[in-house]
Nanobody, 122 residues
Framework: QVQLVESGGGSVQAGDSLRLSCAAS????????MAWFRQVPGKEREGIAT???????SYTDSVKGRFTVSKDNAKNAPYLQMDNLRPEDTAMYYC?????????????????WGPGTQVTVS
Protein backbone atom coordinates (compact mmCIF):
# COMPACT_ATOMS: atom_id res chain seq x y z
CA GLN A 1 0.00 0.00 0.00
CA VAL A 2 0.99 3.58 -0.68
CA GLN A 3 -0.28 6.58 1.23
CA LEU A 4 -0.13 10.03 -0.32
CA VAL A 5 -0.86 13.42 1.23
CA GLU A 6 -0.72 16.67 -0.70
CA SER A 7 0.14 20.10 0.71
CA GLY A 8 0.89 23.59 -0.53
CA GLY A 9 -2.46 24.62 -1.95
CA GLY A 10 -4.03 27.98 -1.26
CA SER A 11 -5.63 31.12 -2.65
CA VAL A 12 -3.49 33.34 -4.86
CA GLN A 13 -3.77 36.06 -7.47
CA ALA A 14 -3.38 35.50 -11.20
CA GLY A 15 0.31 35.52 -12.11
CA ASP A 16 1.42 34.20 -8.72
CA SER A 17 3.22 30.93 -8.03
CA LEU A 18 2.57 27.95 -5.77
CA ARG A 19 4.52 24.80 -5.05
CA LEU A 20 2.63 21.65 -4.24
CA SER A 21 4.24 18.80 -2.33
CA CYS A 22 3.20 15.20 -1.91
CA ALA A 23 4.29 13.18 1.09
CA ALA A 24 4.52 9.50 0.22
CA SER A 25 4.68 6.61 2.69
CA UNK A 26 4.26 2.86 2.59
CA UNK A 27 5.64 0.82 -0.27
CA UNK A 28 6.80 3.81 -2.30
CA UNK A 29 8.99 1.85 -4.65
CA UNK A 30 11.34 3.91 -6.77
CA UNK A 31 9.84 2.27 -9.86
CA UNK A 32 6.50 3.96 -9.32
CA UNK A 33 5.43 6.72 -11.67
CA MET A 34 4.12 9.79 -9.84
CA ALA A 35 1.64 12.29 -11.22
CA TRP A 36 -0.47 15.32 -10.51
CA PHE A 37 -4.13 15.50 -11.46
CA ARG A 38 -6.72 18.19 -10.96
CA GLN A 39 -10.48 18.33 -10.91
CA VAL A 40 -13.17 21.00 -10.84
CA PRO A 41 -16.75 20.23 -9.82
CA GLY A 42 -18.73 18.69 -12.66
CA LYS A 43 -15.70 17.81 -14.75
CA GLU A 44 -13.49 14.79 -15.18
CA ARG A 45 -10.27 14.53 -13.22
CA GLU A 46 -7.45 15.38 -15.64
CA GLY A 47 -3.79 14.48 -15.56
CA ILE A 48 -1.58 17.55 -15.81
CA ALA A 49 1.98 16.45 -15.03
CA THR A 50 3.79 13.18 -14.48
CA UNK A 51 7.31 12.01 -13.69
CA UNK A 52 8.52 8.46 -14.14
CA UNK A 53 11.19 6.62 -12.17
CA UNK A 54 13.83 7.48 -14.81
CA UNK A 55 12.95 11.18 -14.59
CA UNK A 56 10.96 11.28 -17.79
CA UNK A 57 8.14 13.82 -17.67
CA SER A 58 4.94 14.61 -19.51
CA TYR A 59 2.56 17.56 -19.28
CA THR A 60 -0.87 18.39 -20.55
CA ASP A 61 -0.82 21.25 -23.05
CA SER A 62 -2.56 23.78 -20.83
CA VAL A 63 0.27 23.79 -18.26
CA LYS A 64 3.33 23.38 -20.48
CA GLY A 65 5.84 26.15 -19.88
CA ARG A 66 4.16 27.18 -16.60
CA PHE A 67 4.22 24.07 -14.40
CA THR A 68 7.24 21.91 -13.55
CA VAL A 69 7.08 18.47 -11.96
CA SER A 70 10.04 17.15 -10.00
CA LYS A 71 10.73 14.41 -7.50
CA ASP A 72 12.70 13.73 -4.35
CA ASN A 73 14.25 10.43 -5.42
CA ALA A 74 15.07 9.36 -1.89
CA LYS A 75 11.42 9.62 -0.90
CA ASN A 76 9.83 9.12 -4.33
CA ALA A 77 7.81 12.20 -3.45
CA PRO A 78 6.75 14.53 -6.26
CA TYR A 79 6.51 18.29 -6.32
CA LEU A 80 4.62 20.58 -8.66
CA GLN A 81 5.95 24.09 -9.18
CA MET A 82 3.16 26.21 -10.63
CA ASP A 83 4.10 29.60 -12.09
CA ASN A 84 2.05 32.27 -13.80
CA LEU A 85 -1.15 30.84 -12.39
CA ARG A 86 -4.44 31.62 -14.13
CA PRO A 87 -8.02 31.60 -12.86
CA GLU A 88 -8.67 28.51 -14.99
CA ASP A 89 -6.09 26.64 -12.89
CA THR A 90 -8.51 26.76 -9.98
CA ALA A 91 -9.19 23.15 -8.95
CA MET A 92 -8.59 20.44 -6.41
CA TYR A 93 -5.13 19.03 -7.05
CA TYR A 94 -4.32 15.37 -6.43
CA CYS A 95 -1.08 13.41 -6.19
CA UNK A 96 -1.17 9.88 -7.59
CA UNK A 97 1.10 6.87 -7.97
CA UNK A 98 1.16 4.07 -10.53
CA UNK A 99 3.24 0.91 -10.81
CA UNK A 100 4.40 1.71 -14.31
CA UNK A 101 7.84 2.53 -15.66
CA UNK A 102 6.91 5.32 -18.06
CA UNK A 103 5.29 8.76 -17.73
CA UNK A 104 1.56 8.71 -18.35
CA UNK A 105 -1.39 11.00 -17.72
CA UNK A 106 -3.95 8.22 -18.10
CA UNK A 107 -6.06 8.22 -14.97
CA UNK A 108 -6.96 4.52 -15.13
CA UNK A 109 -3.31 3.54 -14.60
CA UNK A 110 -3.11 5.14 -11.16
CA UNK A 111 -3.92 3.01 -8.14
CA UNK A 112 -3.05 5.33 -5.29
CA TRP A 113 -4.41 8.80 -4.60
CA GLY A 114 -4.06 11.52 -2.01
CA PRO A 115 -7.08 13.39 -0.58
CA GLY A 116 -6.26 16.53 -2.58
CA THR A 117 -5.33 20.15 -1.92
CA GLN A 118 -7.35 23.12 -3.15
CA VAL A 119 -5.83 25.76 -5.41
CA THR A 120 -7.84 28.91 -6.04
CA VAL A 121 -6.64 31.61 -8.44
CA SER A 122 -8.49 34.92 -8.70
Amino acid sequence: QVQLVESGGGSVQAGDSLRLSCAASGNTYSTYCMAWFRQVPGKEREGIATIASDGGTSYTDSVKGRFTVSKDNAKNAPYLQMDNLRPEDTAMYYCAAARIGFPSLARYLYNYWGPGTQVTVS
